[in-house]
């Protein structure tokens, strides 16, 4: 059999074990638990006390997860509907806890240190600006913004208040994101210039089509107090209910997931500025009931020096997965980074690239290669491929609540800040932009505007 035979099923074979084969013959490495593992039974001096506002899906994980962190004590919760009161009268399993309606009661508490904000994205702004101007730090849910224009309210009301405001995107935390992040800065896998990520849901509660509770109406639920800031309609309970659905509250996909997958992406390449562009393409092609938004987007994003795909749908279920593409290698993460998987290439030619070269020439041109490169054609120097576990029940929401409640308790600078997080934001505003204008946008940094 010739060489070039021989060096075509050699490729072949190596190249057609992909990803699965490389991580077969991979050395395994387990990942030390995050700073809330070892840090909590360190926690000294007086605990922080923490209010909640919203205890809704999101705040009553929050909730639940925060009362097990030492060092850290519910000072009180509100929310605007009478069942999740209850609910968070069930989590606290502590009657002296005062539980309100009124955020301002747990502004005007001397004895809270901070606040976490569980609401809906369109009351995220009048939240941090008026929990850091009452002299709290605050813990605020993702996407941090509405709007792009209430991002930077945001950033100003943190960087003139001095306050902590950290941004609930636990993935900046995530101990799996960080190994990526220290891979990459290290040039494992060379110049990183393609990045993808993505994941799909196939039910209803994952399309936000949750369920009624059959007492919500207009004697159980503030509907005033929650509309504020959001254009004034009559009570409606599927609003309420699925407000990612609608644009007066939330961003759809983006808002809701996009901002995980932006800012694992963010972390692990350590972007500074918002993307350049963005394009957009998707629909709403299954979940019509009403919704505003679609459900399905993909959007290409434009950074300096490097593009990324974010992909999303809510019709077909696919496990979640980032990977990171370099010029010597790739780097995968499944699901939040529970396995980072880095496999390196060397980027180089193992043979002579002789295409349709008469084959006399091809031989002694194989020769001098072979003399110049000190290796035959088709040997292949590959490095070991890595994979890094993280802890079994690793929880990145546990880290990233201690992360925020060790600056509140330390005053030292915030792993989210609302910098990092209104970059993000503009990430996911960008993406909205492009599908509902159905144009490719553009970041203005200088006006500080997404241009059409």
């Not at 509660?205 to 004034?232: H, I, M």
Request: charged share 25%; with cysteine; aromatic share 8%.
């Amino acid at each position: 059999m010739s060489r070039r035979h021989d060096l075509s099923r050699r490729d072949f074979i190596r190249d057609s074990t992909g990803l699965a084969g490389a991580a077969l013959a991979a050395r395994t490495v387990m990942l030390e638990a995050g700073p809330a593992a070892g840090e909590r039974r360190a926690a000294s001096g007086d605990p922080v006390r923490f209010g909640i506002v919203g205890i809704g899906m999101r705040g009553s994980g929050l909730l639940a997860t925060a009362i097990t962190l030492p060092g850290v004590v519910c000072g009180g919760a509100c929310d605007l509907y009478t069942g999740r009161r209850e609910l968070a009268k069930e989590i606290l399993k502590n009657p002296s806890i005062p539980i309100t309606a009124r955020y301002q009661d747990l502004l005007d508490n001397k004895n809270i240190d901070a606040i976490i904000a569980a609401v809906p994205d369109h009351w995220h702004m009048k939240l941090v600006v008026e929990a850091t101007s009452a002299g709290k730090d605050v813990y605020c849910e993702k996407p941090m913004s509405h709007t792009v224009a209430e991002g930077f309210k945001m950033v100003a009301a943190q960087n003139n208040s001095g306050r902590i405001v950290q941004i609930g995107s636990q993935r900046r935390s995530s101990i799996g994101f960080e190994k990526a992040r220290e891979l990459v800065a290290a040039g494992a896998i060379g110049d990183v210039t393609w990045v993808e990520a993505g994941l799909g849901r196939n039910s209803a509660c994952g399309a936000w089509k949750y369920a009624v509770p059959p007492d919500v109406s207009p004697e159980t639920v503030d509907w005033t107090t929650w509309l504020d800031g959001a254009p004034n309609r009559p009570f409606d309970a599927l609003r309420w209910t699925r407000w990612r659905c609608y644009r007066d509250y939330g961003e759809g996909i983006p808002g809701d997931l996009f901002v995980h997958e932006l800012t694992g992406i963010h972390t692990v390449m350590d972007v500074k500025a918002p993307p350049s562009r963005a394009s957009s393409s998707g629909g709403l092609f299954r979940w019509k009931d009403g919704r505003e938004v679609p459900d399905e987007l993909a959007t290409l994003y434009e950074y300096p020096s490097f593009r990324a795909l974010v992909r999303v749908t809510l019709n077909t279920r696919i496990p979640e997965m980032t990977r990171f593409y370099g010029t010597h290698g790739l780097i995968e993460l499944h699901g939040e980074g529970d396995v980072v998987t880095m496999i390196p290439q060397e980027g180089e030619d193992h043979s002579p690239c002789t295409p349709a070269w008469p084959e006399a020439m091809r031989e002694r041109y194989a020769k001098k290669w072979e003399a110049k490169h000190g290796l035959q054609a088709g040997d292949a120097k590959l490095s070991e491929s890595m994979i890094y576990r993280t802890p079994d029940h690793y929880d990145d929401t546990a880290d990233h609540l201690w992360n925020f409640f060790h600056s509140v308790r330390t005053r030292r600078p915030s792993v989210e800040d609302a910098n990092f997080g209104n970059r993000t934001a503009i990430g996911c505003h960008m993406a909205n932009a492009s599908y509902f204008h159905q144009a490719t946008v553009v970041w203005d940094e200088q006006a500080k505007q997404i241009k059409v």
